[in-house]
């Protein structure tokens, strides 16, 4: 079996199509474009196998139907929203076999940023579209505060050296908000530092891993008494606190 690869395939101002690949078979999460999936796999003489959606905002599915005109191949899409290409639906503890790059993921279910958002997860990676982010979490779009606050607790779970392929390049923004709350938080500055670095050379932040968002992640971090005092939330709940950051960063 020839080594997996990932790679982080540039759409839009901000997004990442994630390909997962061999040297001769593909996978695509979240493709919110076609053409510069197809351009890669012309490349790099890769054939797509199927398309993983996470939910269905347009920049995560937009690109679906030209890319099932270019190979009509399997998509597995959640259980819990609609969609008008043909597809595998998938809710909580469904599990969608790779074989052709020897993968298997387990499907969670994260309701939140919308009501139907899932990712997939194995002991090595997630993909979590717009739950959480690499030092941030997705807007709640649809969802409630206590529901997207339970599926962020539930990531928090996981094994810390899972690896984080969310779906946008919003690592410096998140960063310098963190800052905001925790500013004496030494982990945050080291990554601040980090990502700066990596932007200046047009270098992807992600993927990350859930222990660094653990040390640095303001909505993993909620119980830390630096963010609830400068959060201004009314009282030191994890709830109250998780909805008084997300409502500062949707003005940040």
């Given at each position: 079996?020839?080594?997996?690869?990932?790679?982080?395939?540039?759409?839009?101002?901000?997004?990442?199509?994630w390909?997962?690949?061999?040297?001769t078979?593909?996978?695509?999460?979240?493709?919110?474009?076609?053409?510069?999936?197809?351009?890669?796999?012309?490349?790099?003489?890769?054939?797509?196998?199927?398309?993983?959606?996470?939910?269905?905002?347009?920049?995560?599915?937009?690109?679906?139907?030209?890319?099932?005109?270019?190979?009509?191949?399997?998509?597995?899409?959640?259980?819990?929203?609609?969609?008008?290409?043909?597809?595998?639906?998938?809710?909580?503890?469904?599990?969608?076999?790779?074989?052709?790059?020897?993968?298997?993921?387990?499907?969670?279910?994260?309701?939140?940023?919308?009501?139907?958002?899932?990712?997939?997860?194995?002991?090595?990676?997630?993909f979590?579209?717009?739950?959480?982010?690499?030092?941030?979490c997705?807007?709640?779009?649809?969802?409630?505060?206590?529901?997207?606050?339970?599926?962020?607790?539930?990531?928090?779970?996981?094994?810390p050296?899972?690896?984080l392929?969310?779906?946008?390049?919003?690592?410096?923004?998140?960063?310098?908000?963190?800052?905001?709350?925790?500013?004496?938080?030494?982990?945050?500055?080291?990554?601040?530092?980090?990502?700066?670095q990596?932007?200046?050379?047009?270098?992807?932040?992600?993927?990350?891993?859930?222990?660094?968002?653990l040390?640095?992640?303001?909505?993993?971090?909620?119980?830390?008494?630096?963010?609830?005092?400068?959060?201004?939330?009314?009282?030191?709940?994890e709830?109250?606190?998780?909805?008084?950051?997300?409502?500062?960063?949707?003005?940040?």
């Amino acid at each position: 079996m020839s080594m997996l690869k990932i790679t982080p395939i540039p759409a839009f101002d901000d997004n990442y199509i994630w390909l997962l690949h061999n040297e001769t078979d593909a996978f695509v999460v979240d493709p919110g474009e076609a053409l510069p999936v197809i351009d890669f796999l012309h490349k790099n003489s890769l054939k797509l196998n199927a398309i993983l959606i996470t939910h269905h905002h347009a920049d995560h599915i937009g690109g679906v139907h030209q890319l099932l005109d270019y190979k009509n191949v399997t998509v597995y899409a959640p259980q819990y929203e609609n969609y008008t290409f043909e597809h595998i639906a998938v809710g909580e503890n469904a599990v969608v076999n790779l074989p052709e790059i020897a993968l298997q993921f387990r499907v969670l279910w994260l309701p939140g940023h919308t009501l139907g958002h899932i990712a997939y997860y194995n002991n090595d990676y997630l993909f979590c579209g717009d739950t959480l982010f690499s030092a941030g979490c997705g807007r709640l779009f649809e969802g409630t505060p206590e529901q997207m606050l339970d599926s962020l607790n539930r990531l928090k779970q996981l094994n810390p050296a899972t690896k984080l392929f969310c779906t946008h390049e919003y690592t410096a923004k998140n960063v310098a908000f963190a800052l905001t709350l925790e500013p004496s938080n030494l982990a945050l500055l080291n990554r601040q530092t980090e990502v700066q670095q990596l932007r200046q050379q047009q270098l992807p932040t992600l993927p990350c891993t859930i222990q660094l968002e653990l040390a640095t992640n303001p909505f993993l971090r909620c119980s830390q008494t630096e963010i609830w005092k400068n959060s201004h939330a009314e009282n030191s709940q994890e709830l109250s606190v998780f909805t008084a950051i997300r409502t500062l960063r949707n003005h940040y």
